[in-house]
């Protein structure tokens, strides 16, 4: 009896530890379930922050350099950057080791901090600290590399902003704000119009990464063109200036109309009529910088969107010579071409000029610019064409019937404005600013000969140029006469020359016909 019931009792233990572990089981993936060891983090992490708050009452802000992805400089770093050159200057700021730039007057020189300096700034009672650092990318740093190249690699600047808790709405609402308007008022102050290119020296390297930061390089703008001493019909440089000016002052409009702020002109003539010279003057007239991209050094469309995207607002970005710049026939040219050579001989020297025309070509291909038609489209009004604003882009060329029309209808090219040859208002203008004189006997013979020979406004402007001490109007008028008088006698001649041509290739047309129709009478 006893054996059974100690079986019995036995039976019984294993079948509670049973259950319990199937309740304990079931229990256990419940309690997974509810993920209870985010559950004690997050208030590990809160209880950890409450802790350092008290131990630690300073909240800090970080601006870095750049953006987002690298694509463009922050505004709100090169904004502190301006804002904290006075504290930078002050002795009581406590900087040891500044960096210098120069400045618009040219005694002076714009300070600011270098790495790992701090300086303190009151505002409303509160004192901040400004530190600025750098820090090298983390090396399994992710993003579009192959696209920025070696500039997402570099170091990257910071300014940390810290401060005391108890200041964090005022710092945090008005202070920054504060910070930022100052900062926009100091580079306006300080601004400096400047001149950038894309041919900076930098190369890709043997990863196939852009070794350089910026794609751009830099002069200051020190050109005196202006509207002023611009030798132009008046009434056309009025309407330009005009146009201009409704440009400058039309964020507005172009915001309600919803177009990007941005405007293209095409300034097309013969060689010598001022394209480059109006450029100038446009710059100066609204106060822009000048960005002028040598398209044959582009490597690809992407690197052509680059550029884009790291000018800035309140800029005149421009290709000369555009119609040699961006060659999208040669290569189909070369091409037919080689294939045409080929096709002319035997069977192995057909092989063999075929190869070597595949290797020059395979070789060209890796040095040119690969830039296409659609990307300069794309460039001038495709959806990046819209970031940032006021900008005006500019194509000038010698020969406007060899671009697509594609590239310069209205929407990309929005006003096309002709450089002609020197008119008579033009050269009076140019006399009187060359030899201030506003009449001359010799002006009536300089409008005869303007209207029958071609010059160009710098051909002009030359001729009316004193070379020596004893170069007066006289000699100088004189001397543009002579050189009207000989452009006259060379264009006519020419046209000569033309008529002829002309002539003798309808005198044997006509002789071809003649024979033809002979041949057909002796048929009959």
């Given at each position: ?107 002076r020189l714009v300070l600011s901090m270098g790495d790992n300096e701090e300086v303190a700034d009151e505002f409303r009672g509160a004192t901040v600290w400004w530190l600025a650092y750098t820090a090298q990318p983390r090396e399994d740093a992710g993003g579009p590399s192959y696209f920025w190249g070696r500039a997402s690699r570099a170091e990257r600047r910071f300014y940390r ?364």
């Amino acid at each position: 009896m006893e054996a059974s019931s100690s079986l019995w009792s036995g039976v019984n233990s294993g079948i509670v530890l049973s259950l319990l572990a199937v309740v304990w089981t079931m229990l256990w993936q419940g309690l997974q379930g509810l993920q209870l060891q985010h559950f004690f983090g997050r208030h590990s992490r809160r209880l950890s922050r409450r802790l350092a708050a008290a131990l630690d009452p300073y909240l800090t802000v970080t601006i870095a350099e750049y953006d987002g992805g690298r694509m463009r400089r922050s505004d709100a770093y090169k904004e502190a950057q301006a804002y904290l050159q006075r504290a930078t200057r002050e002795a009581r700021g406590g900087v040891r080791h500044l960096k210098a730039e120069p400045d618009r007057d040219p005694d002076r020189l714009v300070l600011s901090m270098g790495d790992n300096e701090e300086v303190a700034d009151e505002f409303r009672g509160a004192t901040v600290w400004w530190l600025a650092y750098t820090a090298q990318p983390r090396e399994d740093a992710g993003g579009p590399s192959y696209f920025w190249g070696r500039a997402s690699r570099a170091e990257r600047r910071f300014y940390r902003l810290c401060f005391l808790e108890r200041d964090r709405d005022l710092i945090l609402g008005e202070y920054l704000p504060h910070v930022r308007r100052e900062g926009r008022a100091v580079m306006v102050k300080n601004r400096q119009r400047k001149l950038f290119t894309n041919i900076s020296g930098d190369s890709w390297d043997s990863d196939g990464f852009w070794s350089g930061g910026s794609s751009w390089s830099h002069v200051v703008f020190e050109h005196p063109k202006t509207f002023a001493t611009l030798a132009m019909d008046p009434a056309k440089k009025k309407e330009i200036m005009d146009d201009l000016d409704a440009f400058r002052g039309g964020k507005d409009y172009y915001a309600r109309v919803g177009k990007a702020w941005k405007r293209g002109y095409l300034l097309y003539g013969p060689p010598g009529t001022g394209k480059s010279t109006m450029i100038a003057a446009m710059a100066n007239y609204l106060d822009y910088d000048v960005y002028d991209i040598e398209l044959t050094s582009v490597r690809t469309n992407t690197d052509l969107r680059k550029l884009f995207i790291e000018t800035t607002s309140k800029s005149i970005i421009v290709i000369e010579d555009i119609d040699c710049s961006l060659d999208l026939t040669g290569k189909r040219m070369k091409k037919e071409s080689a294939e045409g050579d080929g096709e002319s001989k035997d069977g192995g020297d057909k092989k063999d000029g075929a190869e070597a025309a595949s290797k020059e070509e395979e070789k060209e291909d890796k040095s040119a610019s690969k830039v296409t038609l659609s990307g300069v489209l794309n460039f001038i009004d495709g959806l990046w064409s819209a970031c940032g604003g006021e900008r005006i882009i500019v194509f000038t060329t010698n020969h406007v019937e060899k671009l697509d029309p594609a590239l310069i209808r209205r929407g990309r090219m929005d006003k096309h404005i002709e450089m002609s040859y020197c008119c008579f208002e033009s050269f009076r203008f140019l006399a009187r600013v060359y030899l201030d004189v506003d009449a001359h006997p010799l002006f009536d013979a300089v409008a005869s000969l303007l209207r029958e020979a071609d010059m160009t406004p710098a051909d002009v402007a030359e001729n009316l140029t004193p070379k020596g001490p004893g170069e007066d109007a006289d000699s100088c008028l004189a001397a543009l006469v002579e050189a009207l008088q000989k452009a006259k006698e060379k264009a006519l001649a020419k046209k000569a020359k033309e008529e002829a041509l002309a002539a003798k290739k309808a005198r044997g047309k006509a002789k071809e016909a003649a024979a033809a129709e002979e041949a057909d009478g002796d048929d009959e």
